[in-house]
């Protein structure tokens, strides 16, 4: 059983409990399980929270994995102005280092010849 499902046993417990107390009358009793099941069910939402989180950065966790995966098994070539990988190229460095995407770098036109070969739309990289 998991955490959630055995605080939602305790809850379902508590509140046995409390309906039971009903009859006894007992004031003390009485607040001593109110604030059990306040506690249980706070404890519980927490538990929630803290599973979507886990997903969340196990998603995460794979994802890096993949693009870490992806960039060893590559074979990458420096060249003037940008990496070529598998003999294909050039493509843009800060692209590919910053946020691990392989973007082709078009030739410079225009203005931008005077700043070097390559020019990259994505990061506005000259090269």
Not at 21 to 43: H, S, T, V, W, Y
Request: proline fraction near 3%.
């Amino acid at each position: 059983m998991d955490i959630i499902g055995s605080l939602q046993v305790a809850l379902d417990i508590t509140k046995k409990l409390k309906a039971l107390n009903e009859k006894l009358r007992d004031a003390d009793l009485k607040m001593l399980l109110a604030d059990l099941q306040g506690e249980i069910a706070d404890a519980k939402l927490e538990a929630i929270s803290l599973k979507e989180r886990i997903v969340a950065l196990s998603t995460e966790n794979m994802e890096l994995r993949n693009k870490l995966e992806a960039r060893s098994t590559d074979e990458v070539e420096l060249i003037a102005g940008g990496y070529k990988f598998a003999g294909k190229g050039p493509y843009c460095i800060p692209c590919f280092e910053t946020s691990g995407k392989k973007q082709i770098l078009p030739q410079s036109t225009g203005i931008h010849s005077h700043f070097g070969a390559w020019y990259c739309p994505v990061c506005k990289n000259h090269s």
